[in-house]
């Protein structure tokens, strides 16, 4: 029989919230909230995740939560971790920090950096769907190049900025990438992340079906799609030294990726679109390099 | 026992008192004494709390929401640029109901950059939903941040405060303080125990997001909440203030010789020194002077102001802020208060002065000359220097 | 008056989102599912429930996205006509 009891028991963020069909981020908040457990308060920047799971007089949210600005969530996320200090309870509750790419890279980056800067015992997550999606789908700083939106109409001309690096550069105990085709890996980095003390990243690529101009059961190839291209490494760094890459078995061209989203659809269909893939495919040989992405062949 | 010290640091140690238990920390002249002074009482450990050194303003103010949030009582302080940059987050903590206490050192905001002092910082966040308090003195100030607590951590009221001192004036100014004891503070203040906070064994949701449904009742609530019960609860407090430490708390407004004047000044903060000096002198030779001074800004004591001054003939307000393209605000907002009451004859006529920005001397003679003069002005700056008018560079 | 602006956990589960499919849902074959937990693990709204071997989704909230339709590894979900 179903009830609404045993559908939702297990998970920490219910259905119910308006997120669009097949949002690769309500997917993410799903599992991140999930792996994290009911001992955890969750500060959140405005965006897609906050607006669509916390319309008033309803919340998706069976944990502790709070949103304040888009900006800000760092910031309210280290008075709460001073005040459990205060109150003596740090050790027991794990907290979160979250945002979108626009909330995190762009106009939060700096409460973010002050958090890592002080090493503050939180998970910081940023969802990233390449664009500002709560407000229909404008050029952000993750936004990758060649990428069609409502600002940058003729395709963006930048390249994402690299948070992992920024990351790095801040000492941050754990930093790791993630992808929403392996939600498996999302929990265990989640979980593992938790149980180290300082300040930790986790940069989770959210595919939107809306903002990408993909089908709505997509989501999941696309996110698949996205590493085994190598575009999207997944990585995990502990101290700042690499201890762990994802090996790919064998390259998918990144063709296959761009063409499922109507984002890119402007590349196949001029010189300029062609001269950007051959950009894309730059970026997955530095990926490679870098990385030691693909599996050695014995 | 009385202890001769700088305004900053009496403020810190009466806070220290207060036992916040997160302090957020950014440095902006002329508050960045009372942070200093806050980490090294965290630091000798004869404060207990967690002192956050955040990267901007803004962090400092969200800092706080978050500790506020979670049930701790919380402080910080901020001047001019810094309480500008930090608007929006006190716009959020009014409207999220969280009884964050601060204090703005009252600065000049630039262009051009000026670090001396004038209100125009705070006046500018007036309708945030914020309670104001404006100091003139160094006493009143450590006063006031005790009494600042209880105000606002009220199951009923819970609002955000900002205790107001002028800039460099009371900030670095010297004056012997009284401080009370440790036991009495205590006594006087009760724990801080919020009914919503972010608690894992009682989840909830705060800043939710609020439709064209709700969200008009949220707001209506704290203009009820300021017109009601942070009235009754200053006027309270100040009672309870002045019978347990046995020193003289005013509340809403002082009224200096107010008795049979014609003419009063009305202004707020330290100013009000000069202006008694100037009244005492005028009334030395015979003039009906006085002096309101308003200490509670928001909520504005609208009834209060209208009896106080309704039986002058001319009122001189003196203010240290100016609504540009507008006229001085508290002369617009004492005008409005008497034209929407304008049931009896022979109300009072209002002058509007705007003085001391960006720290220009304000002085007792140019208080008299005021009153002397006695000119009918919607909006007059008071001493502009002609040559420094125009391109005279 | 104090104006308590929170909202209480898991409220959101009176939204029934399964009014936003528009002619198309999943439907659970149960023929040769090997219990791989895919369809659960990965449905958006995590309206997909069940066990072992067992899933269904809780059309109250199923917003008809297809993903569980498209990573069932054994094509044991289809999206069928309401």
New interface residues.
């Given amino acids: 029989m179903?009830n609404?009891k045993?559908?939702?028991e297990g998970?920490l963020?219910?259905?119910?919230?308006?997120?669009c069909?097949?949002?690769?981020q309500?997917?993410a908040a799903?599992?991140v909230i999930d792996a994290s457990g009911?001992?955890?308060?969750v500060?959140n920047n405005t965006g897609c995740l906050?607006?669509f799971?916390?319309?008033?007089?309803?919340?998706?949210?069976?944990?502790?939560?709070?949103?304040?600005?888009f900006?800000?969530a760092?910031?309210?996320?280290?008075?709460?971790e001073?005040?459990?200090?205060?109150?003596g309870k740090n050790e027991q509750?794990n907290l979160i920090a979250q945002a979108g790419d626009g909330g995190f890279a762009d106009i939060g980056l700096?409460?973010f950096?002050?958090l890592w800067?002080?090493g503050q015992n939180v998970l910081t997550i940023c969802y990233d769907n390449e664009a500002y999606m709560n407000t229909g789908i404008q050029r952000s700083g993750l936004t990758p190049l060649g990428t069609a939106t409502t600002t940058s109409p003729g395709g963006n001309l930048k390249y994402k900025k690299n948070l992992v690096e920024i990351a790095l550069a801040h000492n941050c105990v754990y930093v790791a990438t993630a992808s929403?085709?392996l939600?498996?890996d999302i929990q265990r980095k989640v979980k593992k992340a938790h149980s180290l003390k300082g300040a930790k990243f986790l940069h989770i690529l959210c595919p939107c079906?809306l903002g990408w101009r993909s089908?709505?059961?997509?989501?999941?190839?696309i996110a698949k799609l996205s590493v085994e291209t190598g575009l999207w490494p997944l990585l995990e760094y502990e101290n700042g030294v690499l201890t762990n890459v994802r090996k790919l078995k064998s390259l998918s061209p990144v063709e296959e990726y761009l063409k499922l989203q109507g984002r890119f659809k402007h590349l196949f269909n001029s010189e300029n679109g062609k001269k950007i893939i051959e950009e894309y495919k730059k970026i997955v040989e530095r990926n490679v390099k870098k990385y030691n992405l693909l599996e050695e062949t014995k | 026992m009385k202890q001769f010290l700088e305004g900053a640091v009496a403020i810190a140690r009466t806070v220290s008192l207060c036992r916040p238990g997160v302090v957020a920390a950014y440095p902006i002249t002329p508050q960045t004494h009372i942070v200093e002074e806050l980490a090294n009482l965290v630091e000798s450990k004869k404060l207990n709390a967690e002192f956050i050194n955040v990267e901007s303003e803004h962090s400092a103010a969200s800092c706080v929401l978050g500790a506020s949030a979670t049930g701790v009582r919380v402080y910080s302080s901020t001047s001019s640029q810094g309480l500008l940059l930090m608007t929006e987050v006190l716009f959020n903590i009014a409207g999220m109901r969280l009884p964050v206490v601060m204090c703005c050192v009252n600065r000049a905001v630039s262009a051009p950059i000026n670090i001396w002092n004038d209100q125009q910082d705070i006046i500018t966040v007036r309708d945030a939903g914020i309670i104001l308090l404006f100091a003139e003195n160094i006493q009143e100030a450590c006063d006031l941040h005790i009494q600042a607590y209880k105000i606002a951590e009220d199951k009923n009221i819970m609002l955000p405060l900002i205790v107001n001192i002028d800039g460099y004036i009371l900030s670095h100014g010297y004056e012997p303080v009284e401080f009370p004891s440790q036991e009495l503070v205590d006594k006087f203040l009760p724990k801080y125990e919020p009914e919503y906070k972010l608690d894992v064994e009682n989840p909830m949701t705060l800043g939710p997001l609020q439709g064209p449904e709700y969200y008009l009742e949220s707001r209506y609530a704290i203009q009820d909440t300021m017109e009601n019960e942070v009235m009754n609860k200053i006027e309270k407090v100040a009672d309870e203030f002045t019978k347990t430490f046995g020193r003289k708390s005013f509340g809403f407004v002082e009224e200096y010789k107010l008795e049979d004047a014609e003419t009063v000044f009305v202004a707020m903060g330290s100013i009000c020194g000069t202006i008694k000096e100037a009244v005492d002198e005028l009334r030395g030779s015979g003039e009906k002077v006085g002096v309101l001074r308003l200490i509670t800004y928001r909520p504005f004591p609208k009834k209060i102001l209208f009896d106080s001054l309704k039986k002058a003939k001319k009122v001189n307000v003196i203010e240290k802020a100016v609504s540009l393209g507008s006229n001085g605000i508290l002369y617009t907002e004492l005008t409005s208060l008497f034209y929407s009451r304008c049931v009896e004859e022979n109300l009072p006529k209002f002058s509007g002065y705007v003085v001391g920005l960006g720290g220009r001397d304000v002085s007792k003679e140019e208080i008299i000359d005021i009153y002397k003069k006695n000119k009918d002005v919607e909006i007059e700056f008071l001493n502009i220097k002609k040559e420094n008018l125009g391109s005279y560079i | 008056m104090f104006s308590k602006i929170i909202t209480r956990p898991g409220t959101a589960v009176s939204n029934k989102t399964g009014s936003w499919r528009s002619g198309k849902k999943p439907k659970f074959l149960h023929k040769n599912c090997t219990g791989c937990r895919s369809c659960f693990l990965l449905c958006p709204e995590g309206c997909v429930y069940g066990s072992k071997k067992s899933y269904d989704t809780n059309y109250d909230f199923c917003k008809g996205c297809g993903i569980c339709v498209a990573v069932c590894p054994v094509k044991d979900i289809e999206m069928v006509e309401e």
Avoid: M
């Fill in positions: 179903i609404e045993n559908i939702n998970s963020l219910t259905s119910g919230h308006t997120a069909a097949g949002c690769g309500s997917l799903k599992l009911k001992n955890t308060i500060a906050e607006v799971s916390t319309g008033y007089p309803n919340s998706s949210w069976k944990v502790p939560f709070i949103h304040s600005l900006e800000n760092a910031a309210v996320a280290t008075g709460i001073s005040a459990l200090t205060h109150l509750i700096q409460a950096s002050g800067e002080r929403v085709h939600p498996l079906p089908d709505t059961s997509k989501s999941i190839e």
